[in-house]
């Protein structure tokens, strides 16, 4: 266990990111984000107690459910986190955020998403979202040769859907409800015309859009055009503070100049920014994590993403999983830049592997899936369990079949 008052002072204390890298700083990035703390926090937090309880009012005729469903919401959050409170919000494009996978408020997307996770404790009378967020990936095709990559084994073969193809099972997904489309690949800006035109014929009012890249072919003029399109946000992959030792990860010369390009061109042009990190054995130290959000906070970016390696992909029969140090070391480390005061002006942490060991699996068609660039159906990108494929089966077939087999490596969430 990490010592806070230790890990405090090294995040405070340690030289700085730029002095680490002896890299210059991002000078054209434009601040697109405000984190808000202090009594405008506790306010805006007001406010979204009080939309909350206007949609269980709007929903539900038995006035005690107006108090008992929401109460029963905040009951479900501190069996996950305890009595933790968050010391900060991401505030950009006039919606605040609270986490990665929870649209910002208040949004269409954001009221859909709450109704839908009350709908799991009393059931609603109008139809709500199926689903939190669904990946969807339209390439095969990418430059990169990464060291975990989860589609190793179709990595550059030929692709199988065509651009109506993916807008007309995305179209699928949205008539059964979902709050976030995450669109990946391969790497997906390589289909930079596909992307603009889901996003011209798809509902982008009822459902948040992000594209997850490795920051090639993220221009200033592709990062305006998907803005303009409607696009949300961008998770950037950026799996170590050292460019070198990114490079190598990600088996191209040019990738951490992609990611970094990336980042300063979708800040520049008003996109979320989410930088996503395969948190190795390796890679797993107090000094990395903090060197790695310290830079992180030096170019801008909103949210960090922590994921934990699998064995699929590239990865599969190499022994890969975090030991029991590694993963309580993440889960301290997730705890103290999203709970401590003392780390207001990091960006915010999202951890899955924390809340997959105590609560379970969100995803297997309960509140999440992948369809693959073949068109198959699988329980998430990191677990390849498959149950159909839109050419050969009904799309409730599929995730039925999805939900009746549930997650093969943690508990499967019901409500």
């Keep these: 266990m990490i010592n806070y008052q230790k890990y405090n002072q090294l995040v405070l204390t340690q030289n700085d990111t730029k002095s680490i890298l002896n890299q210059p700083q991002i000078a054209s990035i434009k601040k697109n984000r405000t984190i808000i703390t202090g ?3 506790e306010w805006i937090e007001i406010l979204f107690r009080i939309t909350i309880f206007k949609i ?9 459910h107006w108090v ?17 409170r968050l010391f900060k919000l991401i505030h950009i494009n006039n919606r605040y955020y609270w986490g990665l996978y929870t649209p910002g ?14 709908n799991r404790i009393i059931p609603m009378r109008k139809k709500v979202n199926q689903f939190i967020n669904v990946y969807v990936s339209i390439t095969k095709k990418c430059s990169l040769r990464c060291e975990h990559c989860y589609e190793w084994e179709n990595l550059n073969t030929k692709d199988n859907l065509s651009t109506e193809v993916i807008v007309s099972n995305i179209i699928k ?8 489309i995450h669109l990946t690949g391969g790497e997906p800006l390589l289909r930079i015309a596909a992307i603009l035109e889901i996003l011209e014929h798809c509902d982008k009012k009822n459902t948040d859009f992000w594209v997850l890249t490795s920051g090639f072919k993220l221009t200033d003029e592709n990062a305006k055009n998907l803005h303009l399109g409607g696009l949300t946000g961008v998770f950037i992959s950026l799996d ?9 990860f990600r088996g191209y010369k040019d990738a951490f100049y992609w990611a970094k390009e990336g980042v300063k061109n979708a800040i520049n042009n008003n996109l979320v920014v989410a930088l996503s990190i395969c948190v190795t054995n390796e890679f797993t130290s107090t000094e990395n994590l903090i060197s790695y959000v310290k830079l992180a906070k030096e170019w801008g970016v909103s949210f960090i993403q922590l994921l934990e390696p699998k064995e699929v992909g590239h990865y599969a029969d190499k022994n890969v999983v975090l030991s029991n140090e590694k993963t309580a070391l993440l889960d301290d480390f997730y705890f103290n830049m999203n709970y401590d005061s003392n780390n207001k002006s990091f960006p915010l942490i999202s ?24 068109g198959d ?22 995730i039925t079949d999805m939900i009746s087999k549930g997650c093969p490596n943690y508990i499967q969430i019901k409500t």
């Design 39 to 41: 009594l405008k926090k």
């Design 56 to 64: 269980a009012i709007k929903n539900y005729r038995n006035p005690w």
């Design 68 to 84: 008992y469903v929401p109460l029963t919401l905040d009951k479900k959050r501190r069996k996950a986190i305890g009595e933790h």
């Design 105 to 118: 408020w208040n949004g269409n997307s954001f009221q859909n998403f709450i109704a839908s996770e009350m």
């Design 173 to 180: 997904i949205q008539q059964k409800g979902v709050s976030q």
């Design 240 to 248: 170590h503070f050292d460019p070198e030792k990114h490079n190598t």
């Design 351 to 374: 951890n899955h592997g924390y809340y997959q060991r105590r609560q379970g699996c969100y995803a297997s068609g309960n509140r999440s899936f992948y369809l693959d660039a073949n």
């Design 377 to 398: 159906f699988n329980s998430c990108p990191f677990c390849h369990q498959k149950s159909g494929s839109i050419f050969n089966d009904t799309f409730d077939d599929c």
